[in-house]
């Protein structure tokens, strides 16, 4: 079988941090050294805030190793509400381990994202989303929003995203969106996470069935010091 590995909501653009795109470069650095298949499950590059392809010119080194796995043969993309044109709705897969798995980001079952008001902001968003001052607003209102929600949210998104897996007879779904990585054993709802400050997310599906690992910034600035970044997580 070969290795797949899923990651989601990286949220590249020109404004992130050095060590974000360092984070992600890695984790595609290691899936190109291991021959893994990489499934990212949206909002890898946000498009709707810095503008179709500002991201990927502010992390060349990102863009040429998404190249590379392209040509390949061994990336996919699915689209979230921040690269809406980045590839497909959904990706099923057949896991030895897992099964029948579909992907897919979500963010249509955020009560948040799904509700009028998310809605309008949405549209805003997409039309004026690389003015500063909208951006601002549109992330302090999703805040505010997801702040008041709190766990609820999550647990309707969860409810929303396990409807879909259950309806289309899938025996897991990964999703994304939420930023919360998310699996349990029995559980047929996963979530993959997110990259964060300090570290990178994501769910790997391998013959011992799914796992959810952590890629963190300092273990990734030892590696670079040792000259060993290809080397794979502990």
């Known amino acids: 079988m070969t290795l797949v590995r899923i990651a989601s909501d990286w949220h590249l653009a020109p404004r992130s941090p050095a060590r974000h795109g360092r984070l992600a470069r890695a984790f595609l650095a290691r899936a190109r050294a291991d021959g893994a298949l990489v499934v990212l499950n949206g909002d890898v590059f946000d498009d709707l805030f810095a503008g179709a392809g500002r991201g990927e010119a502010a992390h060349p080194e990102v863009a040429a190793e998404l190249a590379t796995l392209r040509a390949a043969g061994r990336l996919r993309r699915t689209c979230g509400n921040h690269d809406p044109d980045a590839g497909e709705a959904r990706v099923v897969l057949d896991a030895p381990g897992a099964g029948r798995v579909l992907v897919m980001h979500g963010h249509a079952a955020d009560p948040v994202n799904s509700s009028a008001l998310g809605r309008l902001g949405d549209g805003i968003s ?109």
């Open 126 to 234: 997409r039309r004026f989303g690389r003015l500063a001052a909208v951006r601002g607003a549109a992330w302090l209102a999703e805040a505010a929003a997801r702040a008041a929600a709190g766990d609820r949210m999550v647990s309707i998104f969860r409810e929303r995203c396990l409807a879909i897996v259950e309806r289309e007879g899938f025996d897991l779904g990964v999703f994304g969106h939420v930023h919360a990585a998310y699996l349990a054993a029995g559980d047929r709802y996963a979530n993959a996470g997110a990259l964060h400050d300090d570290r990178l997310e994501y769910l790997e599906l391998g013959e011992g069935g799914p796992r959810l690992v952590t890629l963190r910034a300092d273990e990734l600035a030892a590696s670079e010091r040792a000259g060993i970044d290809g080397r794979p997580p502990r």
